[in-house]
């Protein structure tokens, strides 16, 4: 039997703090979060609070909960549950899913900004072709923002300068071996640059670099 959570409330109105967030080539993006209050089922139309804290409704097309390490589609979830939910495409870490009639946000949680970034370019050397099957930089584009709709720690620029490619930044160097290795298993050939630490500029001109605590 489920125990919620003492924070939990049934009966209030719904409200979920999307934690993270997933795709699929069927469903679409998926928001993933744990029910703060309230109950909701399939087909129920709820209202969404980003960042502009203005609400926009959807319907919820599909609910699934954690059963281990697998997935069941649900009916109906409530307060406690752990729920991936369907049918919100322009969602992001830190929105609000809400009650269309009472929307209320909760307070937003934030994702940490890239550290380090990566140029990728199609390969144009003469010997192109010949490892992999996807070469043309349109489906490399293609691949590399569809990873953004799994991995929001990744954002993909478009170069502007001579050397054109894409810039990928993410959180660590380990992060795009990672992303490297999938793409290139999966048939895509590109060349790589080398890793830069991602600098700023603060309000006092100084120059500053990403710094983690432990």
């Known amino acids: 039997e489920k125990i919620p ?50 609400p926009k409704p959807f319907k919820v097309s599909q609910l699934q909960v954690y059963d ?6 649900a009916e109906s979830v409530s307060a406690g549950d752990i729920v991936i939910m369907s049918g919100v495409s322009n969602v ?20 940490d900004e890239p550290t380090v970034s990566m140029r990728i370019v199609p390969n144009n050397s003469p010997l192109s072709g010949r490892e992999g099957k996807y070469v043309q930089g349109s489906k490399i584009l293609e691949r590399l923002k569809k990873e953004t709709l799994r991995n929001v720690a990744l954002q993909i620029v478009e170069a502007t300068d001579s050397e054109g490619g894409y810039i990928v930044k993410g959180r660590g160097e380990f992060q795009m071996a990672i992303l490297i290795e999938t793409m290139r298993r999966e048939g895509f050939e590109f060349c790589v640059g080398r890793a830069k630490v991602i600098f700023k500029t603060d309000e006092n001109g100084n120059r500053t670099e990403p710094m983690e605590h432990v």
């Open 92 to 111: 992001f870490i830190g929105d609000t899913i809400c009650s269309a009639l009472e929307p209320a946000a909760l307070p937003r949680i934030e994702v």
């Open 68 to 73: 281990g390490t697998s997935l069941n589609i």
């Open 5 to 54: 959570a003492p924070d939990c409330d049934d009966d209030a109105p719904f409200q979920m703090l999307v934690a993270d967030l997933d795709y699929s080539d069927y469903l679409g993006r998926m928001a993933i979060g744990k029910i703060r209050s309230g109950k909701v089922t399939n087909n129920d139309r709820l209202a969404i609070i980003g960042k502009d804290g203005v």
